[in-house]
């Protein structure tokens, strides 16, 4: 089941989403991504945007997460998850439950999207993907997001207990959404900030909001160069001109569905969501999850 499951994400060329573009080439770990500076008033050093291919010389890469993301190839897997459908799952070389999820768009494939950057999940402690709730037309392999923010909460809280975490840390866990998943990315962090405290959000189909981001400690936006790039980069520049540290990475030569240098660029983001995240603006405590759905 996992060979013939994992043919079949394959067989998408890693497009997560049905939207008749080309598949982008297979990510190159240890591919250099360039970038471009961005302005910043957070006061928090953000100083670099990742992904302009013509602004080679305006930043160099990051020797450590490029070189962890590279070092051992891990593949993702299925995750029984009681009450809901199965998620897929990278999981860091200790095996530690992730505290960092994704979350695809409309007509998506979250397994798909998991071979675009399984390397560097898997060196920031893993990531468990879920898939839409709702059917995308006949085909099983895709599914749906609808846009229920509590709904998806809930999801969300039985995947992580499905893979071995019992409570949210202290310093909450990290959300990434690409297209619709970026909206509800911000749904899910205004209505609970002191759980999902730092937002990565790719592709979004609406301007990000500062007010729905206003309690996150960082945020990152990413686009395909193809895509949405003065959408997503205007978005981090007025996230953190509001005091929220973020920037924006650039993902090249793909368009909208897409990861293309996903192990370099995920990589960045992910140390960059480290560095940068702002102390906690809420009490840090650890929060007890539900565990399987009703």
């Not at 520049?237 to 005091?243: A, F, M, T, V, Y």
Request: hydrophobic content about 45%; glycine content about 10%.
């Amino acid at each position: 089941m996992k060979l013939a499951y994992a043919a079949v994400a394959l067989s998408f060329a890693l497009i997560g989403c049905r939207d008749g573009a080309a598949p982008p080439p297979v990510p190159s770990a240890g591919a250099a991504v360039v970038g471009v500076p961005v302005s910043s008033t957070a006061g928090t050093a953000n100083a670099a945007v990742v992904g302009a291919a013509s602004t080679a010389s305006a930043v160099a890469s990051t020797p450590s997460a490029t070189t962890a993301a590279a070092r051992t190839p891990v593949e993702p897997t299925r995750l029984r998850v009681p009450g809901d459908l199965p998620a897929s799952i990278v999981r860091s070389p200790g095996g530690a439950a992730p505290t960092t999820v994704f979350l695809p768009g409309v007509c998506s494939n979250a397994f798909a999207y998991l071979l675009g950057f399984p390397n560097a999940a898997a060196s920031h402690g893993g990531v468990v993907a879920l898939d839409g709730d709702a059917p995308c037309g006949d085909d099983p392999a895709f599914r749906t997001f609808t846009s229920n923010p509590d709904l998806q909460h809930h999801r969300i809280e039985a995947a992580l207990a499905a893979a071995g975490l019992n409570e949210i840390p202290s310093q909450g866990i990290t959300l990434v959404g690409y297209s619709r998943g970026a909206t509800i990315a911000e749904k899910l962090a205004l209505r609970w900030p002191e759980r999902y405290t730092r937002v990565v959000l790719i592709g979004s189909p609406v301007d990000p909001s500062p007010s729905f981001l206003a309690k996150t400690r960082a945020v990152v936006t990413m686009s395909c160069s193809l895509d949405v790039p003065p959408r997503m980069r205007e978005g981090a520049n007025k996230i953190d001109r509001s005091g929220v540290p973020a920037t924006y990475f650039e993902m090249p030569g793909c368009t909208h569905g897409n990861i293309a240098d996903g192990e370099h660029v995920f990589a960045e983001a992910f140390d960059w969501l480290g560095a940068h995240q702002r102390p906690a603006q809420l009490p840090a405590l650890a929060t007890p999850i539900v565990g399987a759905l009703d």
